[in-house]
């Protein structure tokens, strides 16, 4: 036997992938005077991609060696993202138009499945391939599509292949407050006011504290308490925002970005000031190409006006992973590595981006900062219902007339949001059930529906209202049809990294997929996830079958 045929390396050479002149030209030339640092290498992965519609093998060889890195470091990274497109030697490149077909609770509710087969039959697929993708933040106009950059809200066949025909796949920039427009109105003189000394770091924190403004990522933690604790750690310190809303349901962030973001920016500096960070770091998921846009624009132009000084705002673009919701693994990615959860303590406040002291907010939280300084903690706090504070953005979707972003104050019940906001249930639906925290936050029945929506609220009924994502159900929807939507998501959105998420997802899936509901295998294989798994998605995942099992056994009556 020879083991010598076929051999393409000369003995002198490396083993493994050989570097070819002509890829490293071109990498390089793409690169430009970027910096080679190891925390831009998805940065880079994106450049690429989004130059040659694929990550070719030979390519991936040339930027390990540009940026000094081992092809596996570059390639563990590339293949953790969905987003990027591997492509190996002998492969065939993908399409060069993508459709993404949402998928999640509410697209699937509004006929997503039925869309995608039939975008599936006719298309050329050297031309175009069809996906089916999770949530893609547009709930409010489902069943959402997205054809290369550009969005179609209430998607048909006829209107996707319209798009199609036209080749007009760019993303479609929003009317939105510009930053001479956001000036003419007071923008920006809070943070001057802040950086001459008006307002000093505590009394910031103070003003977050009074209006009872909290991290409304999810978490629900007090603002102004996260400010004080990495206040008084030694620098370097970081900001990091988190705008990877990548929960089935949510598209809150969106909605502001695409129609006020300098509210965000402003917001963003002040926060950084009080801490004395360093720099921001600007997370943003890739679902979100019209964002991305306004937000490079926007960055650019504070800095020609001069308004960012010595700290600057860093845009980081995700690439396709719900993960990198959870901070940890955003901070994770944002340092160029693949997403995955980091164990706590140390929490990232003390030990966080690049090994310093970090704050980390959610886009609305920053959001509402201005509002509260030059309006006063009282008229925030006075803003909500039953003792509490503040408004809340709802993402509100699924059976209801007028699905969107509802600016509505905390504590506000399903039932008064439904009515007073949502204009009521679809014609010919009556009011089941919800979601009152997206994919994770469990399912609520409609007797439930005068429950206050706020934080801890609902953790008597073991759900929780997480990122205020409601989907709203009728008496024409399975549950448990729902339930496996939601599992399904899970499944495909776990990092793997920890045995209790990555099979236990899989486990519960394969079980519902089969119609077993046997509640003592559920609730161990539940027990099992919520005790172990490292980070929230292992330990909530279960929460919408839970949840089935507790408020809906006449499902399984049928």
């Given at each position: 036997?020879?083991?010598?045929?076929?051999?393409?390396?000369?003995?002198?050479?490396?083993?493994?992938?050989?570097?070819?002149?002509?890829?490293?030209?071109?990498?390089?030339?793409?690169?430009?005077?970027?910096?080679?640092?190891?925390?831009?290498?998805?940065?880079?992965?994106?450049?690429?991609?989004?130059?040659?519609?694929?990550?070719?093998?030979?390519?991936?060889?040339?930027?390990?060696?540009?940026?000094?890195?081992?092809?596996?470091?570059?390639?563990?990274?590339?293949?953790?993202?969905?987003?990027?497109?591997?492509?190996?030697?002998?492969?065939?490149?993908?399409?060069?138009?993508?459709?993404?077909?949402?998928?999640?609770?509410?697209?699937?509710?509004?006929?997503?499945?039925?869309?995608?087969?039939?975008?599936?039959?006719?298309?050329?697929?050297?031309?175009?391939?069809?996906?089916?993708?999770?949530?893609?933040?547009?709930?409010?106009?489902?069943?959402?599509?997205?054809?290369?950059?550009?969005?179609?809200?209430?998607?048909?066949?006829?209107?996707?292949?319209?798009?199609?025909?036209?080749?007009?796949?760019?993303?479609?920039?929003?009317?939105?407050?510009?930053?001479?427009?956001?000036r003419a109105y007071g923008g920006y003189q809070l943070l001057e006011r802040v950086r001459n000394g008006e307002f000093n770091a505590a009394a910031l924190a103070d003003k977050a504290l009074e209006a009872g403004l909290r991290g409304l990522g999810g978490a629900g933690f007090p603002t102004g308490s996260k400010w004080k604790i990495v206040h008084d750690l030694p620098g370097p310190k970081y900001l990091t925002i988190n705008g990877d809303e990548g929960e089935p349901g949510t598209f809150k962030d969106r909605y502001h970005l695409e129609r006020d973001p300098h509210r965000l920016l402003e917001g963003a500096l002040i926060a950084a000031h009080a801490i004395s960070a360093a720099r921001v770091y600007l997370y943003m998921r890739d679902e979100y190409p019209a964002v991305l846009y306004i937000l490079k624009t926007e960055i650019e132009a504070l800095r020609a006006a001069g308004i960012i000084t010595d700290i600057d705002i860093e845009l980081r673009r995700g690439a396709g992973a719900y993960i990198c919701g959870e901070e940890s693994a955003m901070i994770e990615s944002i340092e160029g590595k693949r997403g995955l959860?980091?164990?706590?303590?140390?929490?990232?406040?003390?030990?966080?981006?690049?090994?310093?002291?970090?704050?980390?907010?959610?886009?609305?939280?920053?959001?509402?900062?201005?509002?509260?300084?030059?309006?006063?903690?009282?008229?925030?706090?006075?803003?909500?219902?039953?003792?509490?504070?503040?408004?809340?953005?709802?993402?509100?979707?699924?059976?209801?007339?007028?699905?969107?972003?509802?600016?509505?104050?905390?504590?506000?019940?399903?039932?008064?949001?439904?009515?007073?906001?949502?204009?009521?249930?679809?014609?010919?639906?009556?009011?089941?059930?919800?979601?009152?925290?997206?994919?994770?936050?469990?399912?609520?029945?409609?007797?439930?529906?005068?429950?206050?929506?706020?934080?801890?609220?609902?953790?008597?009924?073991?759900?929780?209202?997480?990122?205020?994502?409601?989907?709203?159900?009728?008496?024409?929807?399975?549950?448990?049809?729902?339930?496996?939507?939601?599992?399904?998501?899970?499944?495909?959105?776990?990092?793997?990294?920890?045995?209790?998420?990555?099979?236990?997802?899989?486990?519960?899936?394969?079980?519902?997929?089969?119609?077993?509901?046997?509640?003592?295998?559920?609730?161990?294989?539940?027990?099992?996830?919520?005790?172990?798994?490292?980070?929230?998605?292992?330990?909530?995942?279960?929460?919408?079958?839970?949840?089935?099992?507790?408020?809906?056994?006449?499902?399984?009556?049928?």
């Amino acid at each position: 036997m020879s083991f010598g045929k076929g051999l393409s390396r000369k003995p002198s050479q490396p083993k493994g992938r050989q570097l070819e002149d002509t890829a490293l030209s071109e990498v390089v030339a793409l690169l430009g005077d970027e910096p080679r640092r190891r925390d831009l290498l998805i940065e880079h992965l994106h450049k690429i991609q989004d130059h040659f519609g694929c990550l070719e093998a030979r390519h991936l060889r040339a930027l390990a060696e540009e940026m000094k890195l081992s092809q596996a470091e570059v390639y563990e990274v590339a293949s953790f993202y969905h987003h990027f497109d591997i492509v190996r030697e002998g492969e065939d490149k993908p399409a060069p138009v993508t459709v993404r077909v949402c998928d999640s609770v509410t697209c699937a509710l509004k006929g997503a499945d039925a869309l995608a087969a039939a975008l599936q039959n006719g298309v050329d697929p050297a031309r175009v391939r069809i996906q089916k993708v999770p949530c893609i933040g547009r709930c409010n106009t489902a069943p959402a599509v997205q054809v290369g950059k550009r969005a179609v809200d209430d998607a048909t066949e006829i209107s996707v292949r319209a798009v199609l025909f036209e080749d007009d796949t760019a993303a479609r920039l929003p009317d939105y407050v510009g930053l001479e427009a956001y000036r003419a109105y007071g923008g920006y003189q809070l943070l001057e006011r802040v950086r001459n000394g008006e307002f000093n770091a505590a009394a910031l924190a103070d003003k977050a504290l009074e209006a009872g403004l909290r991290g409304l990522g999810g978490a629900g933690f007090p603002t102004g308490s996260k400010w004080k604790i990495v206040h008084d750690l030694p620098g370097p310190k970081y900001l990091t925002i988190n705008g990877d809303e990548g929960e089935p349901g949510t598209f809150k962030d969106r909605y502001h970005l695409e129609r006020d973001p300098h509210r965000l920016l402003e917001g963003a500096l002040i926060a950084a000031h009080a801490i004395s960070a360093a720099r921001v770091y600007l997370y943003m998921r890739d679902e979100y190409p019209a964002v991305l846009y306004i937000l490079k624009t926007e960055i650019e132009a504070l800095r020609a006006a001069g308004i960012i000084t010595d700290i600057d705002i860093e845009l980081r673009r995700g690439a396709g992973a719900y993960i990198c919701g959870e901070e940890s693994a955003m901070i994770e990615s944002i340092e160029g590595k693949r997403g995955l959860p980091r164990h706590r303590p140390p929490f990232i406040a003390q030990v966080g981006l690049f090994g310093r002291p970090t704050l980390n907010h959610n886009v609305e939280t920053l959001f509402w900062i201005r509002d509260i300084v030059e309006k006063g903690p009282d008229w925030f706090a006075s803003q909500g219902r039953r003792d509490h504070k503040g408004f809340r953005s709802f993402s509100v979707s699924g059976r209801v007339k007028e699905p969107g972003v509802k600016l509505a104050p905390a504590g506000i019940t399903m039932n008064e949001l439904l009515e007073e906001y949502c204009g009521g249930m679809e014609d010919g639906h009556s009011f089941k059930g919800y979601l009152p925290g997206g994919a994770s936050g469990g399912i609520l029945p409609a007797s439930l529906g005068d429950e206050p929506l706020d934080f801890g609220t609902l953790d008597k009924h073991d759900c929780f209202i997480g990122s205020h994502a409601i989907v709203v159900f009728s008496d024409q929807d399975d549950m448990r049809d729902v339930a496996l939507n939601l599992m399904r998501f899970f499944k495909h959105e776990s990092c793997g990294q920890c045995t209790p998420c990555r099979s236990g997802t899989e486990k519960m899936e394969q079980l519902l997929a089969a119609g077993d509901w046997d509640e003592a295998k559920i609730s161990d294989l539940d027990a099992v996830m919520r005790s172990a798994s490292i980070c929230g998605l292992g330990q909530a995942a279960s929460n919408p079958v839970a949840s089935v099992l507790k408020f809906f056994p006449e499902e399984f009556e049928r």
